[in-house]
């Protein structure tokens, strides 16, 4: 009896070419992208700073809003889309609180005491919001299908919206230039002002502390037990409810902070801002990795460079209308070419 040689799946070069294909048409456009950000440079040396510096202080604020979704999502796998209103709902309470107090002209200590009472009221204010909407809206849904809680955090987005649209209006609310303004240093000719500064400096310490909160300590073990298996840890002793609650009142914490900064950096707050910039800082938690804090922050300065360098560069720029299209468009090449975001580890899927 004659057998039939079994043939050795060799691959072809059919099968190899899109394999080979798409890492070169990624690699042609990051050289691209950077050829185009070297000839701006040597273009225009001083507005090529200016809005460096400006998007590494925006991408600071982005970072902090995405810091509050990958905590939520990295425990509940939820996207929590009321984040971003809540960050809003912070910011108008700011603006209320620094015209409330009179602190427009103030300086020296009394003004930056007044600067840590509001980031203490504001993140306290935050955090009872977003317990409160875990505790209300969420809690229920968690053995729901996906799509129960999608849908629900979308509703508490726009119930959010319409509190903020009923306490202040449709037009943006104005905040008192408090921050002061003067250099710290100058690169090029271009100003690094003290505004700007204080973003960085908050959003650095922030990041650390809250990398060892969740690392080092014994809550934070519980939320990285709670994430990879919330039965497992239950049994284990470790009250779910109490750790789940925990990370939202982080994330609470995390917009109101972000709120402070944006409202006395930016001035003004819009009651449907919270929707735009939550959308954008979504965006930089899964191009950074969604779970992962710093991948969080690095996705933040990557879209907010992207914005800034779209918006204000003058030589061979799409122009400003096509801003969140090119954002969207490098989200997506970078889910094509690693779902798991720039820092993010690649997990099995459950069977």
């Known amino acids: 009896m004659v057998t039939q040689a079994r043939r050795l799946p060799f691959p072809t070069l059919s099968g190899r070419l899109p394999q080979m294909v798409m890492p070169a048409l990624a690699a042609l456009m990051v050289?691209?992208?950077v050829l185009w950000l070297l000839v701006n440079l040597i273009k225009t040396p001083a507005e090529f700073y200016r809005l460096f510096l400006i998007g590494l202080t925006n991408g600071a604020i982005y970072g902090l809003v995405a810091l509050?979704?990958?905590?939520?999502?990295?425990?509940?796998?939820?996207?929590?889309?009321?984040?971003?209103?809540?960050?809003?709902?912070?910011?108008?309470?700011?603006a209320t609180?620094?015209?409330?107090?009179?602190?427009?002209?103030?300086?020296?200590?009394?003004?930056?005491?007044?600067i840590l009472l509001m980031l203490v009221i504001v993140m306290a204010f935050c955090s009872a919001i977003n317990v409160t909407i875990e505790l209300v809206a969420y809690r229920r849904l968690r053995h729901a299908p996906r799509l129960a809680p999608l849908i629900t955090a979308i509703g508490m987005?726009?119930?959010?919206?319409?509190?903020?649209?009923?306490?202040?209006?449709?037009?943006?609310?104005s905040v008192d230039s408090i921050l002061p303004r003067g250099d710290?240093?100058?690169?090029?000719?271009?100003?690094?002002?003290?505004?700007k500064l204080i973003v960085i400096l908050f959003t650095v310490p922030v990041l650390i502390v809250l990398m060892?909160?969740?690392?080092?300590?014994?809550?934070?073990k519980a939320m990285r037990a709670t994430a990879q298996d919330r039965d497992a840890s239950a049994m284990m002793g470790i009250n779910v409810n109490r750790t789940?609650?925990?990370?939202?009142?982080?994330?609470?914490?995390?917009?109101?902070?972000?709120?402070?900064?944006?409202?006395?950096?930016?001035?003004?707050?819009?009651?449907?801002?919270?929707?735009?910039?939550?959308?954008?800082?979504?965006?930089?938690a899964v191009v950074g990795g969604i779970g992962n804090l710093p991948g969080a922050v690095l996705g933040g300065l990557l879209i907010a460079m992207i914005e800034s360098f779209n918006n204000g560069l003058s030589w061979a720029t799409p122009g400003s209308d096509w801003t969140q299209s090119i954002i969207f468009?490098?989200?997506?090449?970078?889910?094509?070419?690693r779902p798991e975001g720039l820092l993010g580890e690649k997990t099995p899927e459950g069977g």
């Open 157 to 173: 987005s726009f119930l959010l919206q319409n509190i903020a649209l009923v306490w202040k209006g449709a037009r943006p609310t």
């Open 244 to 284: 789940i609650s925990f990370t939202f009142f982080l994330a609470g914490s995390l917009a109101g902070a972000a709120g402070l900064l944006y409202a006395l950096y930016i001035t003004n707050v819009r009651y449907d801002e919270g929707f735009r910039l939550g959308l954008i800082a979504f965006t930089a």
């Open 97 to 114: 609180m620094v015209s409330s107090f009179g602190l427009a002209g103030d300086s020296g200590l009394f003004l930056w005491s007044m």
């Open 184 to 195: 710290v240093f100058t690169i090029a000719g271009v100003p690094y002002t003290w505004d």
């Open 31 to 33: 050289s691209a992208l």
């Open 329 to 337: 468009a490098i989200l997506i090449i970078i889910l094509v070419f």
């Open 212 to 220: 060892l909160l969740v690392q080092r300590t014994r809550q934070g």
């Open 68 to 94: 509050g979704y990958s905590l939520v999502y990295g425990i509940l796998e939820l996207i929590n889309f009321a984040h971003g209103d809540v960050f809003m709902l912070g910011g108008m309470l700011v």
